[in-house]
């Protein structure tokens, strides 16, 4: 066992210190952003907040409602194929940048995916999702998708550590999710006792995946507005 005794901080230890600005209003703020996605060598811009893929909040009604504003909608992984041709019926080419399909990491999860790219092979995001990004099993499977789509944007996590974020992009992960027992109603850390403080989090793996040019998604932590600030 090692014990680390430097600080590490979760998003209610922080402030944001005020600075002077010549806005006169919050409403001339801006919050696109484009970002490079180094393994896909894709182009985005849109708005840096994603909504988790939860079966109460990645929802096809979600995502209809928040691409025109430019937000990432992480579909859950509950829908049925039959249900995925009918929501991509209506998809125009704009609106593919603004959505994920979301796996697991079984042989099943595989054989819906390439179902779900057949019906419409636009879908741009993959969101690779389990509990517990340190398995071989894991980056097994992260790696035959990137061989299968090497042009899709991939999203795989979640880890919580420098060195898992750098072998994931490494592997072929555009975007690394960070953060293990942050979420306001997940349990993990209670439980299993395995997590770290999210904002620590955020900054060790942000340091590691941009020396990579690869980015990384803050999952959970956030149960205040103003966490998404910080």
């Known amino acids: 066992m090692r014990i680390l005794n430097d600080t590490k901080l979760d998003f209610s230890n922080v402030l944001i210190l005020p600075k002077r600005s010549n806005l006169s209003s919050r409403s001339e703020v801006s919050l696109e952003r484009t970002f490079k996605f180094i393994n896909a060598n894709i182009e985005w811009t849109g708005i840096p907040i994603m909504v988790a893929n939860m079966d109460t909040t990645g929802t096809f009604d979600m995502a209809k409602s928040l691409i025109p504003k430019k937000i990432i909608t992480c579909i859950h992984k509950h829908y049925t ?83 898992i974020t750098e072998e994931l992009i490494l592997s072929g992960v555009d975007l690394v999710k960070v953060g293990i027992g942050g979420g306001s109603v997940c349990t993990t850390r209670i439980k299993t006792g395995v997590g770290y403080p999210q904002l620590s989090t955020v900054i060790e793996c942000g340091d590691a995946a941009h020396g990579l040019k690869g980015c990384i998604i803050s999952d959970g932590g956030c149960p205040n507005s103003g966490d998404i600030s910080k």
Do not use: H, M, Q
């Open 81 to 163: 194929i039959d249900e995925w041709r009918e929501f991509l019926k209506f998809r125009t080419i704009g609106e593919f940048s603004y959505f994920t399909v979301s796996i697991g990491i079984t042989d099943n999860d595989f054989n819906k995916l390439e179902s779900i790219l057949a019906i419409d092979s636009r879908i741009l995001f993959i969101c690779i999702d389990v509990a517990n990004g340190y398995t071989t099993n894991f980056l097994n499977r992260v790696k035959k998708i990137r061989e299968r789509y090497p042009n899709k944007v991939l999203i795989a996590g979640n880890v919580v550590t420098s060195e």
